[in-house]
């Protein structure tokens, strides 16, 4: 069945209790649904209303008797979020009452939604872009400042203007190609060939721009897996504490007081961090305090950031050199950053100990005083530089954050980059048109033009169901 065939319905707004609740309809029968079960306080039929007009009135239950009253405004095709016709009914918000207008709904001819069904109406009746659908689930879940901009880019069509920018300027690309295919007699002469060759070289660039933004829109939208770790009685708790503004570690002078992983995310250097606050590092304790060691060493091998703490007020322990040696075994690829704490207490490690430590974090160490939120600000910019969030913003630019936005276009890099070096070399032009059908090809799937439908059908499972 086409899915613009129905008419579905939703209740849009949170579930339990609240002010008011909204009941959301799309499809060619939304008119008439919303006409059978709201009776406009003028008498006048809804659907006779004019559209996007707030209309009060009385809202019917199932059995069309009185059971609330409301607001109601009619959208019609194509003028509405999804593109069909559709509707809006604002009851109460209480669970009996949201509950009875939605089955109202349902008993005058409508279907209950799925997840993220509206959304995709939108996207298949050309109302979003695939990426602006995406940013619209990025929104509703947005729980920090930094995603709530990212989503709010995103919904902007900041990445699909840039997408369709770079798709555009390869469509005169094209034309000159298929002119040198079709009418052979006729040259591109060299002009022409430099042209092509520049459309390329700006089509790669714009491209491999985009991609540089991976790194920053992934670590704000999902995250970066952070563990803060060290041997006992280093900070790490006060550290966790400062970072989340909450006391949710315990802080003594006794050494082993964290055995668990503890987890939070907050808002930190531009980005997410995931933070995970571990046990400390030594070799005796008791089984429970052990058995929590062992995950924090788990930890650190899985981690994407490492905030490996160290008391700035005491020479390095045989247990400092142990994590020392561990972050040198992560290798570069793991950013790790040392987090000298305690300095307010002056600072007492060697030249030759602050040198180790250099090594093991490749060059990234702080001073700070977790107790005292000296040099906080400094290790803010210090992941900030790590995931390069100050050069770009999250509202304006174009910044992609999806694992499938980057492969769509890594495989679009690589199609131009052959392409651009067929056109260096003088290779044949139905070589380089091809190279360029299949740059366009992952253009189009990057914003969802022709993206596979199994992939539309995963992305909105992830939606909420009224949106």
Known sequence: MNITSTTIAAVSTPRGKGGVAMIRMSGPSALAVASAMFLPRSGKELSSLPARRAVFGTILDSRDEPVDEGIAVCYRAPASFTGEDAAEITCHGGPAATEAVLLSAVAHGASLAGPGEFTRRAFLNGKLSLTEAEAVGRLIDADTAERLALSAGGLSGNVSREIRAVYDGMLSTMTALYAAIDYPEEDVGDEGEREIGSTLSRSLAAVEKLLSTYRTGKAVADGVRTVICGRPNVGKSSLFNRLTGEDSAIVTAEAGTTRDILR???????????????AGLRESGGTVEQIGIGRARREIREAELVLAVFDGSEPLTEEDGELLDLLSSLGPQIPKIAVVNKVDRGTVLTSEELAKIDAAADGRRIPVSAEKEEGISDLSR???????????DLRRDAVIWDARQRQALEHARSALAAASEA????????????????????LDETDGRSVDSAIVDEIFKRFCVGK
Do not use: N
């Open 423 to 442: 056109a260096g070399r003088g290779d044949p032009i139905d070589c380089i048109c091809t190279l360029a059908e299949e740059a366009m090809a992952a």
């Open 264 to 278: 939070e995310t907050v808002s930190f250097g531009g980005v997410t961090l995931r933070l995970a606050d571990t």
């Open 382 to 392: 210090a992941v900030g530089e790590i995931y390069a969030s100050g050069s770009v």
